[in-house]
């Protein structure tokens, strides 16, 4: 079965400093992967996705996220935070079957120390 | 074009009574999924419609719980009995084909 793992619950990084959020999947065929945002009280926002081509994606508030195929990780970065990126990160991998579903890791707290 | 629209955004009941959620997709969106997120939790796929259809419902509790997304209106979530253990948020997407989601607000389920 497949599925999505982050293993930082919580991380905290210093305003300016450099980003990075781990996300490992366990899918046999090439994955669709993303990378949603959530702030406090509110829905879901997708920063990025990748569904083939460079596995280097670029994505919204200056993210980007690397396929890495033979690591099976799709990790989040940005190189310089701001307080406002303080939320919860989510990493998502989609199942093309008759009966699609996106299956979403556990999360990834992100506070910023001013 | 509006995007995901859930109502209520805040809901409480007191155990065993129901609790009906709706959910209007983005405007041309024949795809409608429901997860549930529990306090300091991720997202738990509960069941993926089409309209009239049920494709995957997986996700869902057998019992208490149902969902449907009629050919007119939006999508509806219906927990039957509820119990504090309901107590969640429960977040609609819609999408315009497989893939990308697009998130509402969420309806955030009290059961006292």
């Known amino acids: 079965a497949q599925s999505v793992t982050q293993p930082d619950i919580h991380i905290t990084v210093s305003e300016g400093a450099s980003l990075e959020l781990r996300c490992n999947y366990s899918y046999g065929a090439t994955p669709y992967l993303f990378w949603y945002v959530q702030s406090p009280g509110q829905g879901l926002q997708l920063l990025l996705k990748?569904?083939?081509?460079?596995?280097l994606v670029q994505g919204i508030k200056g993210f980007e996220a690397e396929f890495k195929r033979s690591q099976s990780s799709f990790n989040l970065r940005k190189p310089s935070v701001h307080w406002s990126d303080a939320a919860e990160y989510f990493c998502a991998v989609v199942r093309y079957s008759s009966a699609s579903k996106i299956i979403f890791g556990s999360g990834t707290r992100l506070s910023i120390r001013p | 074009n509006a995007g995901v629209m859930q109502n209520p955004r805040h809901l409480v009941r007191r155990r065993g009574q129901e609790a009906r959620l709706r959910c209007s997709p983005m405007k041309g969106h024949s795809h409608v999924y429901w997860y549930r997120q529990l306090p300091e939790e991720g997202l738990k796929f509960m069941v993926y419609?089409?309209?009239?259809?049920?494709?995957?419902e997986s996700g869902m509790p057998k019992e208490r719980f149902s969902a449907e997304f009629p050919k007119e209106g939006p999508s509806i979530l219906r927990i039957q009995q509820v119990v504090r253990g309901d107590s969640a948020a429960y977040f609609c997407?819609?999408?315009?084909?497989?893939?990308?989601?697009?998130f509402g607000e969420g309806s955030r389920l009290t059961v006292l």
């Open positions: 997407a819609s999408s315009p084909s497989l893939g990308e989601l697009f």
């Open positions: 990748y569904f083939s081509g460079d596995t």
């Open positions: 419609l089409q309209k009239e259809n049920i494709i995957d």
